[in-house]
């Protein structure tokens, strides 16, 4: 099959790569779209240094195989992280910290940027017919948006500051607009990129204010001390980037102010899909390229690049 692998080095399309076998308690998709993020970049990076394989874990695709037959040609998205659900945290509610956790495109499983991939069938959820798999594809990172829903409290009118006007920030700012009722700040350096979140919230190009929840979706380690000079004390400072490399930041500060620091992974997929299925997310379209032109996606400036397996 087809598909994009990160070699140790980099991104590299392969027209041969072996299809995964699909365990008992696994279904195999057939991939329609698989669009990639910043981690996909960050690991070219090095990001994961361990990590070897098929890239992705943005992904719409078909089930073409499963026990569970009524998934049988249904299109679907799926979670990321498969879990051994006897461990600590699995047992206490805790499946997306599984120790021995592997995550899709990410750690020790090949991931979407292929003609097929075999996830848990558990992990699976069924797109809603009218919802186009351009749009069902956001569905993952949508969900990693709506996670800080799940972990902050957001009394009404509570001020709240995004540090970044790119695409996760974007996701964010629409998922807390939905489903809160914050007063929005958007703090970013682009001043074309912020037009998109005037719907939503203020937007600031010079930091100022103070605010009890700040979010730093920058994707830069050096935005960290911003985020923390915005944050009120006794405040909550969400992290929400990932990237390769190490951030230094005043610990001082955050004990003597009392700051709580929360880091925020992945999310809901139900509620995320039903978002996009109401239209009350508004996203750019994606870029569609073949998979065999993956250093140009790669290099993409668009919103959000994908490959599009249907070719």
């Not at 698989?34 to 992705?56: H, M, N, Q, W």
Request: glycine residues 8%.
């Amino acid at each position: 099959m087809r598909a994009i692998i990160f070699n140790g080095e980099s991104a590299e399309f392969i027209a041969d790569y072996p299809v995964s076998q699909r365990q008992a308690n696994e279904s195999l998709i057939e991939v329609q779209i698989a669009a990639l993020c910043s981690t996909d970049r960050e690991i070219l990076r090095g990001y994961r240094p361990d990590f070897k394989g098929v890239l992705g874990h943005e992904f719409v695709g078909i089930v073409r195989e499963s026990d569970t037959s009524h998934l049988i040609g249904q299109r679907v998205v799926g979670e990321i992280n498969l879990s051994c659900g006897t461990c600590l945290y699995c047992l206490s509610g805790r499946a997306n910290h599984c120790s021995e956790r592997l995550t899709l495109g990410i750690n020790h499983k090949d991931g979407a940027c292929a003609d097929f991939l075999t996830l848990p069938t558990e992990l699976l959820h069924v797109v809603p017919d009218g919802l186009p798999s351009e749009i069902a594809v956001f569905c993952e990172p949508l969900a990693a948006a709506l996670r800080i829903t799940e972990q902050v409290d957001f009394p009404a009118g509570v001020p709240v500051a995004i540090v970044g006007d790119g695409r996760l920030a974007l996701m964010i700012c629409q998922a807390l607009a939905a489903s809160t009722s914050a007063v929005l700040t958007v703090i970013g350096r682009h001043p074309e990129k912020l037009e998109l979140f005037a719907p939503w919230a203020t937007t600031l190009t010079k930091p100022q204010g103070s605010y009890e929840v700040v979010i730093d979706a920058s994707g830069s380690p050096e935005s960290l001390a911003l985020s923390i000079a915005l944050t009120r004390s006794e405040g909550t400072l969400v992290m929400k980037s990932t990237y390769a490399g190490t951030a230094s930041i005043d610990m001082s500060e955050v004990v003597v102010r009392e700051l709580r620091i929360q880091g925020s992974r992945c999310g809901p997929f139900e509620p995320a899909l039903r978002l996009l299925d109401e239209g009350r997310v508004a996203l750019p379209p994606i870029e569609l390229y073949a998979p065999e032109d993956s250093d140009a996606a790669f290099a993409s400036r668009a919103f959000k690049a994908a490959f599009d397996f249907r070719r």
